[in-house]
């Protein structure tokens, strides 16, 4: 494997903004089943909230809506979004612009 998948410029941009945006570090088809696995778990996961819960995370908070607003913890609940997370090149990417990562805390998926 690699070590420096990011090049200088993207280093430099990280920097400067303290964020940055890699694209395709995922094949489309692993992309494609997060966004299935997503999908079922926001069904099931919305068939499960109390009527206090809906307000802080379904959309709008209406009675008819069904399209959350986000999900906490995605990878701890859900083994697709632990894998991303842990994919090699990922925290590869991650150890260039921070350091050797230690533990994840928190997670969020926003819809």
């Not at 709008?60 to 859900?78: G, I, M, N, Q, V």
């Amino acid at each position: 494997m690699k070590s420096n998948l990011l090049a200088d410029r993207q280093l430099a941009e990280f920097k400067r903004t303290g964020h940055l945006t890699v694209p395709a570090v995922f094949a489309d088809d692993t992309i494609r089943s997060v966004l299935e696995d997503l999908d079922c778990w926001s069904r099931e996961y919305l068939a499960t909230l109390s009527e206090a819960d809906r307000h802080w995370y379904v959309e709008a908070a209406t009675e008819d809506s069904t399209r959350l607003r986000k999900l906490d913890h995605p990878a701890f609940h859900r083994r697709v979004f632990r894998d991303l997370g842990t994919s090699p090149p990922l925290l590869s990417m991650v150890g260039q612009l921070i350091g050797p990562v230690g533990a994840l805390f928190f997670s969020q998926v926003f819809m």
